[in-house]
Structures are given as C-alpha cells and as structure tokens.
C-alpha cells in the first residue's frame, strides 16, 4: 500500500514529536504492509505549523528517509506537505516555498471544517489554473458534505481528487464523518484513502485494518485501488 498523508515527520506539527517517535511510524507502516509513505506535515496553517519549504524541513525529511534506507525497511519514503488554503497560497507556491506530492502535479490540500463549499471551489479553481490538480485532504470530515454529499462530487467533478482518512472510514472520528465516508465509497467517488497518522497509538500509520474492511464490505478491487493504484499514480505524476 501507499500512503500520501502522513504526519511522521518530527517535531513540526501535532504528529511525530522525536526523531524516535518518525522511526517508529515507519515501522508500523512497514509491519501493516505499506510500501511507501509520504511525508506530509501540516503547512501554511494559521497560527499553528509554518512549515514552508526550505533547508530546515527537507534536512528532516531526509533524515527520515535515511533512517528507512538504514534500518533496511521495506518501505520509501516521498516528500510533500498538507497545504492549508488561504489567500496567500497561490503565490506560495509561485515562490517555491510549497511543494507537491513527490514533485508531482498533485499537492494535498486542507481547509477548515466549516469551510463554505464556494469558497472551497474557488480556492481549488486557482490551483487547476495554476497546473495543480489538488487532492483534497478527507473532504469527509468537512461540514458542507455532511449538509450535501453531492459536494464532493462536484468538487471531483472539477477535476479534483478526494482522499478519505481511514479513521472516518472505521468510525473512530464519530457519526458524521463515517456516514460522509460510507456515502462517497458506495458511490465511488473517493478515489484515494490514507492514514493521515499522527502517532502510533492514535490516528496511527497502519492501514490494513481499513484495507481488510473496504475489500470486504466493498469490493478487493475498489480497496487496491484506494489504497495502492491511485495513491502510486500520484506518486508517479499519472493521471488518474
Ligand atoms: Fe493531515
């Protein structure tokens, strides 16, 4: 499995604290039988993790990536970040200071819960012009899909990728998030489902539990392609 929503990194948001607490995800990750995992700490978030790209977050990046290569894990580890959309972003990105998945042209995407659904297709509309096709980080969780589930079909309508996290799928983010979630796979309109961990007790990077319960209550095919074949086409920049 691939996994292109990950908070492992240390010490830059409210995931991995220690370099210890990194090396231990990726083991988890590793032991649950993901292949990959990208490196995505919240970016551009108001008050709280910064994080644009640059020497002091690509230096822990790489340290990651060299623990993986030394402890002999089957596992790669990708860059990229969680943008969170604001009026600044678009030129952010003109300046280098946010990067894609694995310089792709795909970017993860967040905004606040209550975000209001123009608002958030107007924001993805900038980045398309731009030549990004945002995947949008657990559009679950998003007040305006639980009001209107057609919501994130427009928004994939536009051209835009839906990435469910695995704890709105198993329940563990409460009712509303689990029914959004259930909704968008029986229609098959999320296309991509991730860990989006944050430690390896809570939200944690293993995601065979989720596999096991959408290849069972789904279909094997839909799972492999949640969780494998799209999440490697956006690491390889392909379309979907
Ligand atoms: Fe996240």
Known sequence: MIDIHTHICYGVDDGAQEFID??????????????????????????????????????????????AIDSDLPLQVFFGQEIFFDENTVDLFRKGYLITINNSRYPLVEFDFGVDFDYCRNSLEQLLKEGLVPVIAHPERYNFVSEDHDAAFKLRQMGCIIQLDKDSVL???????????KTLLSNHIAQVVASDCHSTFTRSPDLKEC??????????????????????????????
Do not use: C, Q
């Open 22 to 67: 990194s090396v231990d995800m990726l083991y988890m990750a590793a032991e649950s039988y993901t292949g990959a995992v990208v490196l995505t700490p919240h970016t551009n978030l108001p008050g709280n993790s910064s994080n644009l790209w640059g020497p002091s977050l690509s230096e822990k990046f790489k340290r990651i990536r060299n623990a």
């Open 171 to 181: 329940g563990n983010f409460g009712r509303s998030s689990y029914v959004n979630a």
């Open 211 to 240: 596999f096991d319960y959408i290849a069972d209550a789904y279909d094997f095919d839909y799972a492999a392609e949640l969780f494998e074949l799209n999440p490697g086409r956006i690491l390889r920049d392909m379309a979907l």
